[in-house]
């Protein structure tokens, strides 16, 4: 089971990803890829199975293209992992 801290740590990387990232970084960055901020993300090893961990990347990358329309559904995703989160 992941940790608070893990889950802590996915938010606020994710935050910070979606912070940095714009719809012309490819242009400006052509080495930038959406895969690297998602690996550096959920890099660290999360104990979850391969299937939530794959889940949680699509919502993760949802997040950092379109976090206004996301970010809460990735909260509740992360919750489900950590329950206490949202006490």
Same mark, same amino acid.
């Given at each position: 089971? %992941?940790?608070? #801290?893990?889950?802590?740590?996915? *938010?606020?990387?994710?935050?910070t !990803?979606?912070?940095f =990232? =714009?719809?012309?970084?490819?242009? &400006?960055?052509?080495? =930038?890829?959406? $895969?690297?901020? *998602?690996?550096? $993300? /959920? ?9 939530? /961990? $794959? !889940? /949680?990347?699509? /919502? $993760? !990358? @949802?997040?950092?293209i #379109?976090?206004? @329309?996301? @970010?809460? &559904?990735?909260?509740? %995703?992360?919750?489900? *992992?950590?329950?206490?989160? %949202? #006490?």
């Amino acid at each position: 089971m %992941a940790t608070e #801290d893990d889950v802590r740590e996915v *938010l606020q990387k994710v935050a910070t !990803a979606a912070l940095f =990232y =714009y719809p012309e970084v490819h242009v &400006d960055d052509p080495e =930038y890829t959406l $895969a690297k901020d *998602l690996d550096w $993300a /959920l890099g660290h090893s999360l104990d979850i199975p391969e299937d939530v /961990l $794959a !889940a /949680l990347r699509d /919502l $993760a !990358a @949802r997040t950092i293209i #379109d976090p206004t @329309r996301h @970010r809460r &559904d990735l909260f509740d %995703a992360v919750v489900e *992992l950590f329950p206490t989160l %949202a #006490d």
